[in-house]
């Protein structure tokens, strides 16, 4: 009988869709880091994903905005490990429709296809890049301490499943990469690696030209940006740190030390001249488009019960680039600002001159990027975002968010457990500072959503969305029986 027919159908297609489920976009976006081409957000409209009960294969349903029907997309493992588009199917009349079509199709995939074949793209490269896989000829004595500690702390799973998603898209030009972040430039690839995913999540195609770090476009436009970062001094009046303990004694370090440290990142980069005499901006696909210095402060590491430089040297790096400092007093009740240009910053027998948009050549510099997160916290709270956090483990944020308040001086103090589809952004800590004599202005619209400081008529003008977190330490607990034993903070 028919009815029969309907009956044993509809058990059947029971069964299949016991095959697939439904995964979190966070999760969805880690899987698919670098699938996305720049023009889908402007083309489509994701409603949902899926995936196998293994995660071999995943799925995503999207509306066409154009045409107001929706298309389902599978993804399979390419030959490096990427998950890339396998199958399609579109002009379905109903998001619910296409959620059918998807989860059969997930079903046979995981019932019938050979997933290695499916998965086939066929301009898969020989080697791809895998950050974990450490080369049998490193002695272990010459892995950067972080980079063990990423590898060996049962706490870091989360960050883990990071890399092994974002290795395989990367193709660096340089040949040394992976090496160099697993021993001695850990905390220099680390930044990139950051970087390379913010620009994902922004939307951007991302490539790794010779030089600049990363050329990148979008129908939004194009740029390029060159990565840098405060290492600690080795010699010179910079290697006595003056480990500020006091407000008085931070103030003084804001003032002047750190602006040295940046200086010498920023100014490094500025003056660098290629074999051929170009500079970084001259360089490149991207030559002629705004052009970015991306810099991160690395220069003392936390440790013990301190905390590392990144979490509070924002402040000196608008002081250096601007050479101006923001003097603010109260008058009845309401906070009134006025910017004052400086002089020099002086540090023992060290000068350098404020300003970094005001040097010559500067004017090259479109913006300068910071950010205190490029971290292995980030990558482990990415991680944790995206459900790989370890039954065990629990992980603790604390720190300071922009207070929305105009009258406020210093952040709010939060603190906040870390748990799987928390949407925290690889761009929620980014600072834009717009140089106000760039030839090649950047758009506010290029780093949409991330905090950005320009000067509008002398005054200066800082545009943000939600409450940005200003720094902050994650601390990762392991549960052992019923209680809980702090396991690192960072």
Not at 354 to 369: K, P, R, W
Request: net charge negative.
């Amino acid at each position: 009988s028919s009815m029969g027919d309907a009956k044993a159908k509809k058990k059947a297609r029971f069964e299949r869709e016991k095959l697939s489920r439904r995964i979190s976009s966070s999760r969805f976006n880690l899987l698919a880091i670098g699938t996305r081409r720049s023009p889908a957000p402007y083309l489509y409209e994701e409603v949902d994903y899926w995936a196998d009960l293994d995660e071999r294969v995943i799925g995503v349903i999207a509306r066409d905005v154009a045409d107001d029907d929706y298309y389902w997309a599978l993804l399979a493992r390419d030959r490096n490990g990427r998950f890339r588009s396998a199958d399609l199917g579109s002009s379905l009349r109903s998001a619910s429709y296409a959620v059918v079509a998807l989860r059969e199709r997930i079903a046979k995939a995981v019932t019938e296809d050979d997933l290695a074949v499916l998965g086939t793209q066929g301009d898969e490269t020989n080697h791809p890049t895998d950050l974990l896989a450490v080369p049998t000829n490193i002695k272990p004595e010459d892995l950067h301490p972080n980079f063990r500690l990423l590898l060996d702390s049962p706490g870091r799973a989360p960050a883990r499943a990071v890399f092994k998603e974002l290795g395989p898209w990367l193709a660096p030009s340089d040949p040394h990469f992976v090496k160099e972040f697993q021993t001695k430039q850990f905390d220099q690839r680390l930044w990139e690696l950051y970087l390379w995913a913010t620009f994902r999540e922004l939307g951007y195609d991302v490539t790794q030209p010779e030089a600049p770090d990363f050329h990148i476009v979008s129908p939004r436009g194009e740029f390029t940006v060159e990565a840098t970062t405060c290492a600690p001094s080795v010699g010179g009046v910079l290697a006595d740190h003056p480990d500020p303990k006091t407000p008085e004694e931070m103030k003084a370090f804001l003032a002047d030390y750190m602006p040295m440290k940046f200086g010498g990142a920023l100014t490094a980069k500025l003056n660098k001249r290629s074999a051929a005499g170009e500079s970084y901006w001259e360089r490149g696909p991207g030559a002629g488009q705004p052009f970015v210095l991306a810099v991160a402060d690395f220069h003392k590491p936390g440790g013990g019960d301190e905390v590392g430089s990144m979490t509070y040297t924002q402040e000196a790096i608008w002081l250096y680039l601007f050479g101006r400092r923001i003097e603010w007093s109260f008058k009845d009740g309401e906070l009134s600002i006025r910017t004052v240009k400086l002089g020099e910053h002086i540090y023992k027998t060290k000068t350098i001159e404020t300003g970094f948009f005001d040097l010559e050549g500067a004017e090259n510099i479109s913006a300068v990027v910071f950010s205190n997160a490029g971290t292995l916290a980030k990558f482990d709270r990415m991680g944790v975002g995206a459900g790989y956090a370890p039954d065990d483990h629990k992980y603790m944020r604390l720190g300071f968010r922009l207070d929305p308040d105009p009258n406020a001086v210093i952040g709010t103090l939060f603190s906040e457990e870390v748990v799987a589809n928390n949407a925290e952004g690889w761009s929620d800590e980014l600072q834009v500072f717009h140089n106000p004599r760039a030839l090649f202005p950047l758009p506010l619209e290029a780093f949409a959503g991330a905090t950005q400081h320009r000067f509008e008529d002398g005054n200066h003008v800082s545009y943000s969305s939600g409450t940005p977190v200003l720094s902050s330490q994650t601390i990762i607990m392991r549960l052992v029986g019923d209680t809980e034993v702090m396991d690192t903070a960072v």
